[in-house]
């Protein structure tokens, strides 16, 4: 099945905008720490939830 190839795709994916998103917040804009990783946190894990969600396990109807 596809499920587990996409699953991968995602979390390394995740895992890359992550860390350079964070890097880009605090060595290029000067945030503060913990704002930037707060940040970063909230919009990573939104856009993976969503990204699994609808991609990567599709959306399944359960309702029969």
């Not at 795709?9 to 930037?36: D, G, R, T």
Request: hydrophobic letters at 55%; a positive charge.
């Amino acid at each position: 099945k596809k499920t587990l190839p996409r699953f991968f795709l995602v979390a390394v994916s995740a895992f890359v905008c992550n860390e350079m998103l964070l890097y880009f917040l605090i060595k290029h804009l000067n945030w503060p720490y913990q704002l930037a990783l707060a940040v970063v946190l909230i919009t990573v894990a939104g856009a993976t939830y969503i990204v699994s969600k609808y991609w990567a396990f599709g959306m399944r109807d359960h309702s029969h």
